[in-house]
């Protein structure tokens, strides 16, 4: 597939260089004090052809912190794909997030999300860019000590980029059997605020395996690592969360990955 000039090797690898290494150079730039958090998470994600070039997209999931004992989280987004050629998606799509604090949930997020995605081989390797535009509102549930009310909305734009590698082949019979590691770095730039207008960069790296099963099938253990900037100066946040995934396709055929 013919991809446009901006994804060109020396575009890729221009990429490749910022998020990789522009990006945590950036945040380590700024990093006085370091605090540490731990969270695990499980994910369903589900994928439903619809026809020969429109996807829906679902998942749900959970998050905890310090090794299951406190819950930190839980979400659920559904999106429509569209796939105008091999390689190529456009989605859009609403997220729902629950966010606890001391065992309840004390606020929940609506986020209206965008974004296309490329794929792209270079040098017999799967690389795909995305970039995703998020439009971030929040709700504080009331409690005995305030009533609900409303925050400052944000946007969120993201750029993420992945390289995907076969590590082993598990069946002759059947190709689509393997075992895979991803590798990937994402930007994601938080502006917003109300007057009180802030702009705050985060770096999210990630990587881990996974069990293809099948074209309808999969299972994913993702381990993913983000540093961001608190509400005090100087002080930095780093979450390690691993993830396990699961990932179904039902229905028809999905739209080629190019």
């Not at 605090?35 to 070039?53: F, K, S, T």
């Not at 905890?64 to 569209?82: C, D, K, V």
Request: aromatic share 10%; charged share 20%; proline share 5%.
């Amino acid at each position: 597939m013919a991809l446009p000039s901006f994804f060109s090797l020396k575009a890729s690898l221009c990429l490749t260089l910022l998020v990789c290494l522009l990006g945590p150079s950036v945040l380590g730039a700024q990093k006085r004090q370091m605090l540490h958090e731990d969270q695990e998470g499980i994910r369903y994600q589900n994928q439903w052809p619809l026809a020969a070039r429109w996807t829906l997209v679902s998942d749900l999931g959970f998050r905890w912190r310090t090794g299951f004992r406190e819950s930190n989280l839980y979400q659920i987004r559904t999106a429509a794909t569209f796939a105008p050629r091999p390689g190529v998606r456009l989605t859009s799509g609403l997220g729902y997030t629950g966010y606890y604090r001391s065992g309840e949930v004390s606020s929940v997020e609506f986020r209206p999300f965008q974004e296309v995605s490329v794929a792209q081989r270079l040098w017999g390797l799967a690389f795909r860019h995305r970039l995703r535009l998020e439009e971030r509102f929040f709700r504080i549930e009331a409690n005995d000590a305030v009533g609900e009310r409303e925050t400052p909305a944000y946007l969120r734009p993201r750029y993420a980029l992945q390289l995907k590698l076969r590590l082993l082949r598990l069946s002759a019979d059947h190709p689509e059997r393997q075992l895979t590691l991803t590798l990937g770095d994402e930007l994601l730039l938080q502006l917003g605020g109300g007057p009180d207008f802030k702009a705050t960069l985060r770096n999210r790296l990630l990587f881990g395996p996974a069990l293809e099963w099948s074209n309808r099938f999969g299972l994913s253990l993702t381990f993913t690592q983000q540093t961001a900037p608190t509400a005090t100066p100087g002080v930095f946040r780093s979450s390690e969360v691993i993830w396990l995934v699961v990932r179904h396709r039902v229905g028809g055929e999905a739209a080629p990955e190019g």
